[in-house]
């Protein structure tokens, strides 16, 4: 192949009338800005209707309107988002914060929203993680449970992920008790073979990720010079108290003194004089200060699974408690223990990377203060695969995927509340785990409030007395744009012929001077420069379906294109209007 011929580029796939390929993605270009001269225009209502109507633009400004907010998808304050390394609140994510995605693995933050919010907050509560709150048009991804009247939780579970189940977007304030939520399995592995601290330099290895694990569940500062740090063990853990002796003094040249209470139960060591420099500091930089902000590096968050496991079992054993199961009592489990939220939100995303679906539980006892985060059954040999474990009947209250584990419902609930909430985009998912799989923002209105007001489509139909064999609506614009809708979706409450946005009328650019605006269907649905509502017998193709789009478009279904219902499928020659 010659030089010229390798620079000639790709053929692309033909774009419809009104895009043009940009540097990466296609934009829609839309068909220019008609000039409307509103004392001549007109809506009409025809078709399949007893009363054909026509409306003078005074005359639908006199009907009753109707407002409604299409909201950014948000959460309040305190709302804890998987980010790398480490969770954090919604409110300090920041533009360049890498948050998990669906998918398990971190997209960076390029915009953040936040905006006031008044009224009813949805609570969610499923299995094995904790709750959630959010506003009533959050979308969560979830897999609809199967009712299962009179069925066991086992029964009701099988029925629900019988061949063909499908994960869809919903509501949050259309979520139910049983439906199954996703946290997926984290994925991402880093190429990073060493980290620096104090300028010093480390091997992440297996013996890096044992010293970590025992100071996170065993250490802490041990002077106020920065030299030191100190782990505290029960006396009689002489192997364990080896097994650190040793890895401070190979990876950190330390000395370490050994001391023992007065009662001679406990024992201390303590690392000083150290070759790598301030212990205090490396530690702190590393796993953070204080027992209750403690947390799992990003370098061993973000190593490879046997570098991880390693970790996760030296942490089970400085901080962890097991009950392997016997003929009288046939029901194991291992808990993780600490007093860090964010530390065993980290526990649970380090699980799943090893497959092991953990749970966050809460019970009396010496973490009534903190957390536990458990693992029950068969999963916990993944970790310890000489564990004692029993063959028995499912009763785990999941379902695993490759893509992750899928975790029952277990309880919804409304609040009222008034304040700030927060969102952000983070392409190209746009989902977050908050802390099972919702949708951050994907809207693309340039204006972050947007009041729509208008005329609801069903008054309009109610007038000109719509017949029963009408199934689809037209809208007909100017410049002969079309888009069809089901009339179910055109005659839902929240449907309007939009006139005004935030208490002006709408724009040219907007649509001036009427358009259909339908929240729960893609944008190019909600025509621009409304002509004439036209209600059909039967669906008909309008100017984007030609082009292979969806015939519906339903946004919580992501109907992008014909054939692709409930599948976020990627089609390089469309994008969405």
């Not at 934009?27 to 026509?54: C, F, M, N, Q, R």
């Not at 212990?279 to 799992?296: H, P, Q, S, T």
């Amino acid at each position: 192949m010659s030089a010229t011929q390798a620079t000639i580029p790709p053929a692309r796939d033909p774009l419809p009338p009104g895009q043009v390929w940009g540097r990466k993605f296609v934009i829609y270009a839309a068909l220019g800005i008609p000039k409307v001269d509103v004392k001549g225009w007109k809506l009409k209502v025809s078709g399949l209707v007893e009363k054909p109507l026509e409306f003078t633009y005074d005359e639908l400004l006199a009907l009753p309107m109707k407002q409604y907010a299409k909201s950014f998808f948000c959460l309040p304050p305190g709302s804890l988002v998987f980010a790398n390394p480490r969770p954090i609140a919604i409110e300090d994510v920041e533009e360049g914060t890498e948050v998990v995605g669906h998918d398990g693995l971190p997209h960076k933050v390029t915009r953040l929203i936040r905006k006031r919010h008044a009224g009813k907050i949805v609570g969610v509560k499923a299995s094995y993680l904790p709750p959630s709150r959010m506003t009533p048009d959050h979308p969560v991804r979830v897999v609809r449970g199967h009712p299962g009247y009179g069925q066991s939780k086992s029964k009701r579970r099988k029925l629900t992920f019988r061949p063909g189940w499908m994960p869809v977007w919903a509501r949050a304030d259309q979520l139910r008790v049983g439906d199954y939520v996703l946290f997926p399995k984290y994925r991402y592995v880093s190429t990073r073979d060493s980290v620096a601290s104090q300028g010093v330099s480390f091997r992440i290895d297996k013996k890096l990720a044992r010293l970590i694990g025992w100071y996170l569940a065993e250490g802490s500062a041990s002077s106020s010079d920065n030299r030191c740090i100190g782990f505290a063990l029960n006396s009689n853990e002489v192997e364990n108290g080896r097994e650190i002796t040793g890895l401070l003094q190979e990876l950190l040249g330390a000395r370490v003194g050994t001391y023992l209470n007065y009662r001679g139960t406990g024992m201390t060591l303590v690392a000083t004089s150290s070759e790598a420099g301030y212990l205090r500091l490396i530690f702190g930089e590393w796993c953070g200060i204080g027992a209750a902000n403690k947390y799992i590096p990003d370098f061993v968050m973000d190593a490879e699974k046997d570098i991880l496991r390693e970790f996760l079992v030296r942490y089970f054993r400085g901080d962890g408690y097991s009950k392997e199961a016997s003929k009288d009592d046939p029901y194991e489990l291992i808990d993780f223990t600490t007093s860090s939220r964010v530390l065993a939100y980290q526990l649970l995303l380090a699980l799943s990377k090893l497959d092991i679906p953990g749970e966050l539980v809460n019970h009396p006892g010496s973490v009534r203060m903190g957390f536990s985060v458990r693992v029950r059954g068969q999963k916990i040999r993944n970790l310890l695969p000489e564990f004692r474990t029993f063959e028995r009947i499912d009763k785990v209250h999941y379902k695993e995927t490759s893509d992750g584990f899928y975790y029952p419902i277990r309880k919804v609930w409304m609040e009222e509340y008034s304040g700030d909430v927060y969102d952000f985009q983070a392409p190209p998912t746009f989902t977050m785990l908050s802390p099972f799989v919702t949708q951050d923002c994907v809207t693309k209105w340039s204006i972050e409030k947007p009041m729509w007001e208008g005329v609801p489509i069903k008054l309009v139909a109610d007038m000109a007395q719509v017949k029963p064999e009408a199934t689809w609506v037209m809208y007909r614009c100017y410049e002969g744009y079309t888009a069809p809708v089901p009339v179910e979706d055109a005659l839902r409450e929240d449907s309007i012929v939009a006139l005004r946005l935030n208490g002006k009328p709408l724009l040219p650019e907007q649509g001036f001077p009427a358009r259909p605006f339908m929240p729960d269907l893609y944008g190019w649905k909600s025509a621009k420069w409304l002509t004439e509502i036209e209600f059909i017998p039967k669906y008909e193709d309008g100017y984007w379906e030609m082009y292979g789009y969806h015939e519906r478009g339903n946004v919580w279904e992501e109907e992008r294109f014909k054939g692709h219902s409930g599948k976020n499928w990627l089609k390089r020659a469309f994008g969405t209007a």
